[in-house]
């Protein structure tokens, strides 16, 4: 599935029918980011390959932003009231700028230092290229200011966006995009590429790299999603007071395991009590960022699948997933 997707990239490429937005979508941690700034160091590329020629003065400049520090490439401006902001980050490179969030979200003020970037001449490619990842970390404002540039772009700029969550991206900036789905990895990537000979940690990865490497090193969370959902409530009540002191990307990773999990059920037995337990549970990871309590959320979903866990099936399919 990744040679074809490669194809279809380089075919956009020499036929020279790149658009002006490309909106990169797809499950998390499974390179989309990669993906999206070999093609940007493709489409600055003097030499006009892809993958990128890797020698010329452009690819230089792109390989030392990648291997530099954000504290290194972080560019700053002024708000309206003359206030130091943060932008973007910004290399050696004249036509490359990539726009991430400080902390939570991408701001207006960002996306006003993009318009500045956009409307110069490039200076040393033929082409200026805007990384924006995650770009469902754009706010509401932010959203609606890049879809001015959008509706009139430049004609030598293309923004690249990337983005795990599409459905908080604006429908008028998708509609204004060229939307292509990453697949993932499949198991046998995955495995190539990791070591990682475990089906249970394969399968629960679902093609995400990242995933897959973070179950790797830290296999006491898949213990723990199975204790969660299969043991009894005095177990359910210790383990949840315990996952309540770990840092929030720690908690985030379990949820996930457990909806992995909970998903493998809904599909092999098609309950609605298992689509519920979802739906909360993937709320609850939105929502986690938030100051959400992780262990009232496993409390509401066990009370959603009492009935099916008290009876061990959920225990039963594990113990021959993993076994």
Not at 268 to 281: G, I, P
Not at 294 to 316: D, P
């Amino acid at each position: 599935m990744r040679d074809r997707f490669r194809q279809f990239l380089s075919r956009l490429f020499y036929q020279r029918r790149v658009p002006a937005s490309l909106l990169l979508y797809g499950k998390e941690g499974i390179g989309k980011r990669d993906i999206a700034f070999e093609f940007a160091s493709s489409l600055l590329c003097l030499q006009e390959k892809y993958p990128p020629c890797g020698e010329c003065e452009s690819c230089f400049h792109m390989k030392d932003f990648k291997e530099k520090k954000e504290e290194e490439l972080a560019f700053y401006g002024e708000d309206k009231r003359g206030k130091k902001v943060y932008l973007y980050l910004r290399g050696d490179h004249p036509d490359f700028i990539y726009l991430k969030p400080e902390k939570a979200e991408i701001k207006i003020d960002q996306i006003r230092g993009v318009k500045d970037f956009v409307y110069l001449k490039p200076a040393l490619s033929k082409r200026k290229v805007v990384l924006i990842e995650p770009a469902d970390a754009m706010n509401m404002q932010a959203q609606n200011a890049l879809l001015k540039v959008l509706e009139e772009p430049p004609e030598d700029t293309h923004f690249l966006l990337v983005a795990s969550k599409l459905q908080k991206i604006l429908p008028t900036i998708k509609s204004r995009s060229f939307l292509l789905e990453v697949p993932p990895l499949s198991e046998e990537e995955l495995k190539e590429k990791t070591g990682i000979d475990d089906p249970l940690i394969l399968e629960l990865s679902e093609g995400s790299l990242e995933m897959a490497l973070k179950l790797k090193e830290d296999k006491e969370l898949i213990n723990t999603a199975k204790a969660l959902l299969e043991g009894n409530i005095l177990t359910l009540y210790k383990k949840a007071l315990e996952v309540e002191k770990w840092e929030y990307e720690r908690q985030a990773l379990l949820l996930k395991v457990i909806i992995s999990l909970l998903h493998k059920k809904y599909l092999e037995t098609r309950q609605e009590v298992y689509q519920q337990s979802l739906d909360k549970a993937s709320m609850g990871l939105e929502y986690l960022s938030k100051g959400i309590k992780l262990s009232l959320l496993l409390f509401q979903l066990r009370g959603g699948v009492n009935n099916v866990l008290h009876k061990g099936k959920v225990s039963r399919h594990q113990q021959g997933a993993s076994g």
